[in-house]
């Protein structure tokens, strides 16, 4: 079992950035797939960005397409998740999580197994 631990949220003013990190521990680190998601007050928990077990296939959610980075580094064991120009919506936590398989399926939350606590971002206008 992979153990994930995020770090890198808080309050910010729309147009500014942010990067969180996702520190993992357990397991091999290059041989499985890891993604980050958000979760909005009363609404589902949504897929934002995936990254292969290699760190050279990434894939966004349409929202988040040409303002957020995902990225691996595995001499740390992290994952990070850069943000640019954030936008009041984008406010939610921010969960990272590891999948069982090498490269990004679905994606939903069904193919991820392990789950760090999460991390607020709060944008405001």
């Known amino acids: 079992q992979v153990q994930l631990v995020e770090s890198g949220g808080g309050l910010v003013q729309a147009g500014d950035s942010l990067r969180l990190s996702c520190a993992a521990s357990?397991?091999?680190?290059?041989?499985?797939?890891m993604g980050w998601f958000r979760q909005a007050p009363g609404k589902e928990r949504d897929f934002v960005a995936g990254?292969?077990?290699?760190?050279?296939?990434?894939i966004y959610a349409d929202s988040v397409k040409g303002r957020f980075t995902i990225s691996r580094d595995s001499a740390k064991n992290t994952m990070y998740l850069q943000m640019n120009t954030l936008k009041p919506e984008d406010t939610a936590v921010y969960y990272c999580?590891?999948?069982?398989?090498?490269?990004?399926?679905?994606?939903?939350?069904?193919?991820?197994?392990?789950w760090g606590q999460g991390t607020q971002v709060t944008v405001s206008s």
């Open positions: 999580a590891a999948s069982r398989n090498f490269y990004v399926t679905g994606p939903g939350p069904d193919d991820f197994d392990s």
């Open positions: 357990g397991g091999t680190f290059r041989s499985y797939a």
């Open positions: 990254v292969s077990g290699c760190g050279a296939a990434k």
